[in-house]
């Protein structure tokens, strides 16, 4: 197993590389980058007027040139520009430079925010685990026991009316229920229960630690709910089919013929078997929790996270943010890839990826 997880840490180095220099490449491509930014905000435009003014055909770069010559500014403030944010070198040079530094996660300095990249994550990284985490927790806590639940009783009018109860929920965009839940208990038209943004009250360090603890859940219960709604019918199904396909297999026949109680049948033998597929989607799961389907969340209960530091790098060209967010994203979920292969051999011995792979 030793050989196998060393395989897999060093299949990550190119696998990162792929990712980054594709990712490179498109946005290194698109028109409008932190230059344009700077001149518009600089001639006090709107700042997507840079992108708009490289719309039209033929080469962006030239028509860029051009827009610039046309509106009079000095070339030796744009080579000053260009300078500054590095792209007087190569597009290779400055890749190799980029991927040298984030070897020791040295991710740069913002181009609008004036401060280390490494800095902004850090600082936002505790909201985005909140959210993450808790809604990853309580998907699972609420789902496994209602999928395993509804197999033993398939057919019955509790697997239909549950089935249809998570269908309608994961048919409810998740920020669409999050408004829902700010116009009911937000304080938006009815009930003002909970806080209506950030993490945690204005007077969070004179609060005791229990009194900490009470504000933060206060704060943290709308979020989870709103980005948990929409995962709960497929894990749910998931685990339903799972254990529906299980408990008909010969061996739990043979199982109860032999005397054994259901109870040492579900837990002892089809409990193992039928998880093995819901420990596989656990990583993706919790990776679109973390960041894809937490944007939205914090951008309507003005929460400052890592996916929201994201949108705002690539609404601004933000090339460090961009790229800094994109290695720690991509890095994280090849980490829990592997950490979902040991998962597997933990709930099951019998599976030996190195022997399958030899």
Known sequence: MAAYVLRRLLLMIPTLLGIMLVNFIIVQAAPGGPIDQIIAR??????????????????????TD??????????????????????????????FDMIVDYATFDFGT???R???????????????????????????????PLGIRKALRHGSRFDVWSSGLVIVGYAIPGFLFAILLIVLLAGGS????????????????????????????????????AGAIGS??????????????????QY???????????????????????????IAGFPSALIGIFFTGALLIEVIFSLDGLGLLGFEAVMQRD???IFGTLYLYTLIGLILKLISDLTYVWVDPRIDFETRES
Do not use: C
């Open 232 to 249: 709960f019918a497929t894990l749910t199904m998931l685990t339903k089919n799972s254990f529906l396909d299980e408990i008909h297999k």
């Open 319 to 321: 090339y460090p943010v």
């Open 114 to 144: 004036d401060r280390p990249v490494i800095d902004l994550m850090v600082e936002r990284l505790p909201v985005s685990i909140s959210l993450g985490l808790w809604t990853t927790l309580l998907v699972y806590l609420v789902s496994i």
């Open 190 to 225: 009815y009930f003002d229960v909970f806080p209506l943004r950030g993490l945690t009250s204005p007077d969070f360090e004179q609060l005791s630690l229990w009194g900490k603890v009470v504000d933060y859940f206060w704060h943290i219960t709308l979020p989870v709910i």
């Open 66 to 95: 051009q827009s610039r010559g046309a509106r009079g500014l000095d070339p030796r403030f744009i080579a000053q520009l260009e300078e500054q944010f590095g792209f007087d070198e190569p597009p290779a040079e400055r890749f």
């Open 42 to 63: 600089y001639e006090g435009l709107d700042t997507t007027a840079s992108t708009r003014l490289n719309t039209g055909g033929g080469d962006p770069a030239a028509a």
């Open 110 to 112: 913002s181009f609008f």
């Open 252 to 278: 739990v026949l043979t199982a109860r013929a032999k005397g054994a109680s259901d109870r040492r049948v579900l837990y002892g033998h089809v409990f193992r078997n039928a998880m093995l597929i819901i």
